[in-house]
Nanobody, 124 residues
Framework: QVQLVESGGGLVQAGGSLRLSCAAS????????MGWFRQAPGKEREYVAI????????YYADSVKGRFTISRDNAKNTVYLQMNGLKPEDTAVYYC?????????????????WGQGTQVTVSS
């Protein structure tokens, strides 16, 4: 089992920044690819960014490319999502997830463990 706990969400004005953190415990963190996903009210959960076990593979959804940065610190068992240039359409609950795959997936169904989510609200 892997336990994931997100933090860092909140209310921010458009153009602002937030840094989300996801702390992992339970199994060896470096054995898992990690992803950030989000779900807005009335919408499907969508992938935001993914990172491989040793950070050599990173992918971003087109909607966040150039504004968001995913990173991880395996010594601290933590994955981060730095969000800059936030827009109202970024408002959602953000989830981190863990997957044992070597190559990270953008499909939420491939992930084995999920955090409880953290709310990000961007006002216009």
């Amino acid at each position: 089992q892997v336990q994931l706990v997100e933090s860092g969400g909140g209310l921010v004005q458009a153009g602002g920044s937030l840094r989300l953190s996801c702390a992992a415990s339970g199994r060896t963190f470096s054995n898992y690819a990690m992803g950030w996903f989000r779900q807005a009210p009335g919408k499907e959960r969508e992938y935001v960014a993914i990172i491989s076990r040793i950070s050599n593979i990173l992918y971003y959804a087109d909607s966040v490319k150039g504004r968001f940065t995913i990173s991880r610190d395996n010594a601290k068992n933590t994955v981060y999502l730095q969000m800059n240039g936030l827009k109202p359409e970024d408002t959602a609950v953000y989830y981190c997830a863990a997957d044992r795959a070597v190559v990270p997936s953008s499909r939420s169904g491939d992930y084995d463990y999920w955090g409880q989510g953290t709310q990000v609200t961007v006002s216009s």
